[in-house]
């Protein structure tokens, strides 16, 4: 108890008067033994003075726990009763077994100086009280304990008598009224944190109330947005190519991931002719509902241009060119890459709008195809320029989006394109579907568990010997 918290307990009206009560009769006796008053040679001053010492001591620690609340007044009442009130009646006994002469005063002040404090306490503890310090007189003087003889009264106590109970009259109203006047202001603040409790549980209720109907409502939101993104997830993987094990001159697989329900990847395989086919995968940005609804967009506009007969740079111009015309107020971007494959001239002619280097594998030697142009939506006088490159049989082309070598393990470390290089060399015996499957275990296993961050799609194709 620091000493902000002894001052604020000490001016409680409940401690004063409870120490006072003490003090009244330590210094009534005090002065009457001063005046060598008959029948006060057995007391001595040292127990007057820890009379009121015991007394400051006890009730200062206990009203310190009311004043701060940590206590409510039934715990006072009944912690303080018996770690105050029957302590000071057993030495109230004592002084007057010591002073029989004035038993009758000592009874009177005992009560007058307590009931102040103690008037607060239910009926059976100021009966309780009554008979404990009764049974205690009746102890100290007939086991002798004291030593002193029964009980006698003269005509000078009654004087004394007299003057003691106007006095404590006078003392016990005044700070009875104290006491009553911090009692009727501790009762008006209970009661008022009674109404404000009630208030808070009535506003807590409706609060309760109107949060459960919010979440019934957001549960059935929510089942409904489960069932259309599980609707717009077949129709996403239905508008991707499948089936490739039809084309007998060339080898193709593909593998798509999300990384929510929907993604923001496309991808499109085509036969132009005999030995001639046509590549498209795009990156839309950003994932989820925005980057699918994008590559439907995207989807739409490709479709009108994938057999034109023009060449991929070509159709990355008007491509580039449609979406602006569309999609300009939205700051909306994406890269792709559009690659023909010309199995009976042996070339692969490709234009690519902002996409990462893709991987043409001859032999061991992993080829980077850089980007031919800026990323699709970025300015309508965009130029995309082809790039033609000599193929031969058992050639292994990879496209993929940046999902696959920006994912990140929980080390915060990249897969990155040089580990992905790597992979390539050391399955260039591999057909390209095993060459996939390995790339995909090696990024499992570097991710350890960590879930995909990005759409990765991955594509492989293979001119076969």
């Known amino acids: 108890m620091s000493f902000s918290d002894f001052k604020k307990a000490f001016r409680l009206p409940i401690t004063l008067n409870s120490i006072l009560g003490g003090a009244f009769v330590s210094v009534l006796f005090s002065v009457l033994k001063f005046s060598n008053t008959e029948g006060l040679e057995n007391i001595s001053y040292l127990e007057l003075s820890l009379f009121v010492i015991l007394n400051a001591l006890s009730a200062i620690p206990l009203n310190y726990q009311l004043a701060s609340g940590k206590w409510n007044l039934q715990k006072w009442t009944r912690v303080s009763f018996f770690a105050w ?6 030495f109230n006994a004592w002084l007057a077994v010591q002073v029989p ?22 009926r059976r503890y100021f009966i309780f009280g009554a008979l404990i310090y009764s049974s205690s007189l009746f102890f100290l003087y007939f086991t002798g304990v004291a030593g002193t003889p029964p009980v006698r009264f003269s005509d000078r106590t009654l004087v004394i008598f007299f003057i003691v109970l106007v006095l404590t009259i006078l003392i016990y109203f005044y700070w009875m009224s104290v006491t009553s006047g911090f009692l009727k202001s501790q009762s008006e603040t209970v009661q008022r944190l009674l109404r404000e409790s009630r208030k808070d549980k009535r506003k807590l209720s409706e609060e309760r109330q109107t949060i459960e109907d919010l979440m019934t409502r957001l549960n059935k939101s929510f089942q409904i947005i489960k069932k259309d993104l599980s609707t717009a997830t077949r129709i ?3 508008i991707l190519p ?3 094990d039809q084309y007998q001159d060339v080898l193709v697989c593909a593998e798509y991931f999300p990384r929510d329900e929907v993604g923001g990847d496309l991808y499109d395989v085509a036969r132009l002719g005999d030995g001639t086919y046509r590549f498209f995968l795009a990156d839309a940005t950003g994932h989820g ?12 506009n490709y479709e009108f241009v994938k057999y034109s007969g023009k060449s991929p740079g070509e159709i990355l111009e008007i491509l580039n060119t449609e979406f602006i015309s569309k999609f300009r107020s939205l700051n909306l971007y994406y890269t792709c890459i559009l690659a023909d494959l010309d199995l009976k001239k042996g070339i692969l002619r490709y234009s690519s709008a902002g996409h990462p280097e893709q991987i043409l594998l001859q032999g061991r030697e992993p080829h980077k195809l850089p980007k031919t142009g800026r990323m699709i939506g970025l300015s309508p006088t965009s130029i995309y320029r082809d790039k033609i490159l000599k193929i031969d049989a058992g050639d292994k082309l990879f496209l993929f989006s940046d999902g696959l070598f920006e994912e990140q393990n929980e080390e915060r470390r990249f897969f990155g394109e040089e580990r992905l ?6 399955g260039s015996d591999e057909d390209v579907r095993q060459t996939v499957d390995l790339v995909l275990k090696e990024l499992r296993d570097f991710l350890n568990g960590t879930p995909f961050q990005d759409d990765l799609t991955f594509i492989g194709i293979e001119i076969p010997e």
């Not at 009130?85 to 057993?90: E, R, S």
């Not at 509902?289 to 739409?300: D, N």
């Not at 290089?421 to 050391?426: G, L, P, R, V």
Request: aromatic share 18%; net charge positive; no cysteine.
């Open 289 to 300: 509902v925005q980057g699918a609804l994008i590559t439907m967009a995207i989807k739409v």
């Open 85 to 90: 009130y029957v302590p000071m009646l057993f």
């Open 421 to 426: 290089y790597e992979i390539f060399k050391s």
């Open 242 to 244: 499948s089936g490739f």
């Open 101 to 122: 002469d004035f038993l009758v005063v000592m009874v009177t002040i005992l009560y007058a100086a307590y009931l102040g404090s103690f008037g607060v306490m239910k």
């Open 236 to 238: 996403q993987k239905s």
